[in-house]
């Protein structure tokens, strides 16, 4: 069984589903007991940074994530999920979970992507919202039979970047190229929405669910 923890951060419900279109066993819950026994945690999120810290270290999630990363419990964060895994965002000024060194940084409204009607360089809108390429720089199990050039679906105004390259697994340009997926086997951020994402995001989540089966541990 997977666990999609609930800290009232949005975009449960539809991860939810998409697991379920592949026949993927999958439960929301806050309980901790049953999220430490599941065989994978997705850690999912829409919203601010803040609110999301504020919520998580009141019922003592942000201890539970910390607990599953040291226990090598496999974990997948999604979006705002993906950003506050990081030890800091600009969002706010937020100190977050600090799990994968790096900080989270605002898109600048002066960066420009591709051109306008008079062929000008075009400046960026914030959010970054739909769909866009991925560039995958390196093989990794969350990212099997996905390919370079397959688009996906994003809606953020902020992106992770964390401390160590090595961790980039496959990057989006906006504006700049930005961290789209990072991490190491087992402990996987994705900044775009993969239960959004069609044919592709579905391969993603499916790839978590087989990771999780193959090496669960309690």
């Known amino acids: 069984m997977i666990a999609i923890i609930d800290y009232k951060a949005g975009n449960q419900t539809s991860v939810l589903r998409a697991l379920e279109f592949l026949n993927i066993e999958a439960r929301i819950t806050d309980d901790d ?12 999120g829409v919203g601010a940074a803040k609110q999301a810290m504020d919520r998580l270290m009141q019922n003592k999630q ?7 990363a040291a226990n090598h419990k496999p974990l997948l964060g999604i979006c705002l999920g993906c950003q506050i895994l990081l030890e800091h965002s600009e969002e706010n000024n937020t100190e977050t979970l600090g799990i994968i060194k790096g900080t989270c940084k605002k898109f600048n409204e002066n960066w420009t992507d591709g051109t306008d009607e008079n062929n000008n360089p075009e400046k960026i809108r914030i959010p970054h919202m739909g769909w866009n390429s991925i560039n995958i720089k ?18 953020h105004s902020y992106y992770p970047e964390p401390a160590d390259a090595n961790l980039v697994l496959a990057t989006s340009t906006y504006g700049k190229e930005f961290a789209a997926v990072y991490g190491f086997n087992g402990l996987w951020a ?13 391969q993603i989540l499916k790839n978590f669910s087989e990771y999780c089966m193959q090496n669960h541990t309690l």
């Not at 007991?33 to 999912?44: E, L, N, R, S, W």
């Not at 994705?190 to 579905?202: A, D």
Request: glycine share 8%; proline share 6%; hydrophobic share 35%.
């Open 33 to 44: 007991d049953t999220i430490m026994k599941a065989h994978g945690v997705i850690f999912p």
């Open 62 to 68: 942000d201890e539970l994530l910390k607990t599953l």
């Open 138 to 155: 390196k093989e990794s199990p969350i990212l099997k039979n996905v390919r370079s050039n397959e688009t996906v679906y994003y809606v």
């Open 190 to 202: 994705i900044q775009f929405h993969p239960e959004k994402s069609g044919g592709t995001g579905l």
